[in-house]
């Protein structure tokens, strides 16, 4: 039986998404009786966000899906200083047009899990710059500072790993805890914000918020986190052998972000299948009961339904066929990852072992390459490649006027004279 009576909660619970809740009574029965806006900070270190992070989307998906209203929050203020928690050094600072730039660019992924607009139980996109850009310093050290003791910041994780490895944290740094406690503050004023939600190792600075918010007037606000994932085997969750799975697919193709949940491990299957689908509960069940070869064909499933909600069913259908074509029968596809080469480069001969590193990133090096050719797991046009002084030329285009390069049997890139 269910601790929970609200469907939001209920939902996260059975699906994998909480690991810490700071009242647990108090906020069910807020979400039972009201509707409830909540939150999740994204910080624009690059032009988009990776896998890793899409257990927060979904959880704000599932807030609006049971009739509440999710905000995702842009850190184009608290950008400007980085976030410190867990690093083992200062994040590279970024220009105001760097940060509004990657800003824009991520802010075209959320459409696909919310519905943005200006009704009660509509998504809102806000930036934290709207408040943190234009702050008087020292009436924002007299107003908030305050309520900050130095010694209980000290204490925190995030911030006491990097004192106890004697790893340097910038005043800077110090102060995100600060900025991120005032944002709940200030979308608690602005917008009604009771919750914000985020990994589990924002614990501290959400709690942070909390307090804050008790000391400067707000009603009671809480806190959620997530727990972090990793793969079964230790790997973090968002990162490939080829590096991070991005969700913009100009960053990476809906093929290839296929792909990634495609080769899930088995023992992550249902789990994955809670957390980044919205299949009803009970065929996630059914499916999770599926073993030895089934087992591949679930993985199909959690691809595709992975791939439908940031792509749309279209490409996530496409890149399914793509993947039968190419493992099934041998097929060249126009939707594989491709590389252009200029005709000039590939007339005057590519090294293979640059081909598969340095051209197409399908191995990590030229050290890597040679060792994956020596146990024959490196292959052009299907056949399987034994000198690693071989060169790619004109000869080696295919009837369809491309180089298929494959590591293993899952990854495949086409090289395209141009």
Known sequence: MTKFRSDFLRTLDERGFIHQISDEAGLDALFAT???????????????????????????????????????????????????????????????????????????????????????????????????????????????????????????????????????????????????????????????????????????????????????GTPQLYALTSPLLTTSSGAKMGKSLSGAVWLNADMLGPYEFWQYWRNTEDADVSRFLKLYTTLPMDEIARLSTLAGSEINEVKKILATEVTAILHGRAAADAAAETARKTFEEGAISGDLPTVEVSMGELEAGIGVLAAFSEKTGLVASNGEARRQIRGGGLKVNDVTVTDDKAILTPRDLTPEGVIKLSFGKKKHVLLKPV
Do not use: C
């Open 34 to 216: 009201e509707t409830v806006t909540a939150y999740i900070g994204f910080d624009p270190t690059a032009p988009s966000l990776h896998a890793g992070g899409l257990i927060q989307i979904m959880m704000l998906h599932w807030m609006q899906a049971t009739g509440h209203r999710p905000v995702s929050l842009m850190g184009g203020g608290t950008g400007m200083v980085g976030d410190p928690s867990f690093k083992d050094d200062a994040r590279q600072l970024m220009t105001v047009d760097t940060i509004e730039s990657n800003i824009a660019s991520i802010k075209r992924v959320f459409a696909n899990y919310l519905s943005y607009g200006a009704g009660p139980r509509d998504a809102l996109m806000i930036n934290n710059a709207d408040w943190l850009r234009d702050l008087n310093y020292l009436e924002f050290l007299r107003d908030v500072g305050r309520h900050f003791s130095v010694n209980r910041m000290l204490s925190f994780d995030s911030v006491k790993t990097r004192l106890d490895r004697e790893q340097s944290l910038s005043f800077l740094e110090f102060n995100y805890m600060i900025l991120q406690a005032y944002d709940f503050v200030e979308l608690n004023k602005r917008y009604g914000v009771r919750l914000q939600m985020g990994g589990s190792d924002q614990w501290g600075n959400i709690v942070n918020g909390i307090d804050l918010g008790h000391r400067m």
